[in-house]
């Protein structure tokens, strides 16, 4: 199989992220061809970025492609990052991990096996780590079950405030009933919003959390698990 080639496009989001500065990715690829990893690696040295932070930034780039986003009314209620691994993690491995999850996430979770399936959870988050035929394979996601829950409710409450519009309309009384309805349908539209505030800002830093987890567990050139990804 042929090198991976990173685009235009590909390489400068790569060295974004590798030096975490705008300024560090005006770097173009040829077109037709591309650069790979070594490739990149090479510039980053030239500018003072690390061949570990390259390849981490190569494979983030990768788990944002892969990255699968429940919605729920078109907003993010559920982030999902998943990373195949060419190896077996060891125990210490797996022991490393777990202690990343939690100073990650700020939660301390629980740790469970079944068999040689390893699962670290905290009520809706959850890392699995998974065998396949050549390696393990770690599963990383979590829903904002608070949110749903909130907009369902706000959304309720709007089309109840809608049926008693309807019902007073036929009735005959809808101005009498007016400023009720209308204190409903705000009350309602209230509940949802506080559902749905920052709901994507919450999905952008869970996604970028947990692809620095993955980006580093796989990277070929990163043999532990060390900084936290920023806190919430």
């Known amino acids: 199989m042929s090198e991976r080639?990173?685009?235009?496009?590909?390489?400068?989001?790569?060295?974004?992220?590798?030096?975490?500065?705008?300024?560090?990715?005006?770097?173009?690829?040829?077109r037709n061809e591309g650069l790979t990893l070594a490739d990149l690696q090479d510039i980053g040295r030239e500018v003072g970025i690390s061949p570990e932070a390259?390849?981490?930034?190569?494979?983030?780039?990768?788990?944002?492609?892969?990255?699968?986003?429940?919605?729920?009314?078109?907003?993010?209620?559920?982030?999902?990052?998943t990373v195949t691994l060419d190896r077996w993690l060891t125990d210490a491995e797996w022991d490393q991990l777990v202690v990343q999850l939690r100073e990650t996430f700020r939660a301390r979770g629980t740790v469970k096996s079944y068999g040689s399936l390893r699962q670290w959870s905290n009520g809706h988050l959850q890392a699995l780590l998974e065998p396949t035929a050549n390696g393990h394979r770690?599963?990383?996601?979590?829903?904002?079950?608070?949110?749903?829950?909130?907009?369902?409710?706000?959304?309720?409450?709007?089309?109840?405030?809608?049926?008693?519009?309807?019902?007073?309309?036929?009735?005959?009384?809808?101005?009498?009933a007016i400023s009720g309805i209308a204190l409903l349908a705000i009350a309602g539209i209230g509940v949802f919003a506080t559902g749905a505030f920052r709901l994507t800002s919450w999905a952008r830093l869970r996604g970028r959390q947990m692809e620095s987890i993955a980006a580093r567990l796989a990277s070929p050139s990163t043999s532990s698990l060390d900084e936290p990804e920023p806190q919430p």
């Open 5 to 30: 080639r990173y685009d235009d496009e590909e390489t400068a989001a790569i060295f974004l992220t590798a030096a975490e500065n705008p300024q560090a990715a005006p770097l173009h690829a040829p």
């Open 138 to 176: 770690l599963r990383l996601g979590t829903v904002k079950g608070d949110a749903r829950t909130a907009m369902g409710s706000g959304l309720a409450i709007v089309g109840v405030a809608g049926a008693v519009a309807v019902s007073s309309a036929l009735g005959g009384h809808l101005h009498a």
């Open 54 to 81: 390259v390849a981490q930034a190569a494979q983030s780039l990768e788990l944002r492609r892969q990255a699968v986003t429940r919605s729920f009314l078109g907003l993010p209620i559920g982030v999902e990052r």
